[in-house]
């Protein structure tokens, strides 16, 4: 009954679209590299706000790469500043907030999603969103929406890379340095400042206007990428990822279309909602994913307890803190891990 109704309801959004081109002067078109922000969303929205975190967390990965390791406490810095991220559903939620208003600059998918809510009605068009997102991937000026969110995404993740490798090339230069080689004899308060961190976390985005010299800010106007393409200051001389390459009979890495199907959906959601969250509450959840957070942050706290020295808490934070929650956000099929079947409990 549902895939009907998408059907019939792509059909009317098409038919709209193609009933508006014949009957008005096409305006001219804007660049296909500036999009214009389109989500009736604003600066002090819950999805904004939310949204924002994310940005803040890219922010600290950013931190992670500037900073120089000069001692101990520079590494305990690293891991608190991330894992403060890694309990909960924080960062999941707002990884999807995020993503919404990238795919939200598309007018063309906007204006195709308010056509279905016209036609069919919001509470219509609410529960065929809410009953399988995926199928919003077929409405027009979907494709470009989520080529924009799938390469903002990923320039993420490539970032927290490349971030993770330089850390785990620093877990053997530092082995060159004293306080890098002194034993480390109880690793449980260390942890213990690990599983709390998520208390001290105060993600702050400073937007235009507000913002102080070096701090990024959500932009309401122009293109919206990336989270690290905001940022005024980059690490330089990050090390280069090896190039993926696919072999004769081998698939390439593709999206996950149900994820970034989930993306889209909160973003149609918004521009047809009159305020009600409850809906939007509902899409702002990834279960598997924030297992996968979860475990990737035990995984880390299981690496610092076996370790004995300094130089190790790096390669701990290279492969967990930074690569194993790069695998969990990152959109691709073959990226991610199947944990469905885990349980994480504290």
Not at 168 to 196: F, G, I, P, V
């Amino acid at each position: 009954m549902i895939n009907a109704w998408i059907a019939a309801a792509l059909a009317a959004a098409l038919g709209a679209a193609h009933a508006l081109a014949d009957d008005e002067e096409p305006p001219a078109e804007a660049p296909a590299s500036a999009p214009v922000l389109a989500l009736d969303a604003p600066p002090s929205s819950p999805l904004t706000q939310t949204a924002e975190v994310y940005a803040a967390f890219h922010q600290d990965v950013n931190r992670a790469g500037l900073r120089e390791l000069r001692s101990g406490h520079d590494l305990d810095a690293v891991m608190d500043s991330l894992a403060a991220y890694y309990q909960g559903d924080r960062l999941v939620d707002a990884q999807i907030a995020y993503a919404a208003l990238v795919a939200a600059q598309h007018p063309e998918f906007i204006d195709a999603v308010r056509a279905v809510a016209d036609y069919y009605g919001m509470e219509t068009a609410r529960a065929a969103l809410m009953h399988d997102p995926i199928f919003v991937t077929g409405f027009m000026g979907a494709d470009l929406a989520q080529d924009s969110v799938v390469g903002a995404i990923e320039e993420d993740v490539a970032h927290m890379r490349q971030v993770g490798e330089r850390y785990r090339q620093e877990s053997y230069s530092l082995q060159r340095q004293a306080w890098a080689m002194r034993r480390e004899r109880d690793r449980r308060e260390r942890n213990e400042a690990l599983n709390t961190a998520h208390t001290r976390l105060q993600a702050r985005f400073r937007r235009s206007g507000e913002e102080a010299e070096g701090e990024p800010r959500l932009r309401r106007s122009g293109r919206m990428g990336s989270a690290v393409s905001m940022f005024a200051e980059r690490p330089a001389n990050l090390p280069d990822l090896p190039e993926l390459s696919v072999s004769v009979g081998e698939r390439q890495i593709t999206p996950d279309e149900r994820r970034v199907g989930r993306f889209l959906a909160v973003a149609a959601l918004q521009s047809i909602e009159s305020g009600d969250m409850s809906a939007l509450d509902t899409l702002l959840s990834e279960p598997a994913v924030e297992r996968c957070i979860e475990w990737s942050r035990l995984m880390l706290q299981q690496c610092i307890a076996a370790g004995s020295f300094r130089y190790e808490d790096s390669f701990c934070i290279a492969a967990h803190a930074l690569n194993d929650v790069a695998q969990c956000l990152s959109t691709a099929q073959r990226q991610r891990r199947n944990l469905d079947h885990i349980t994480v409990s504290n």
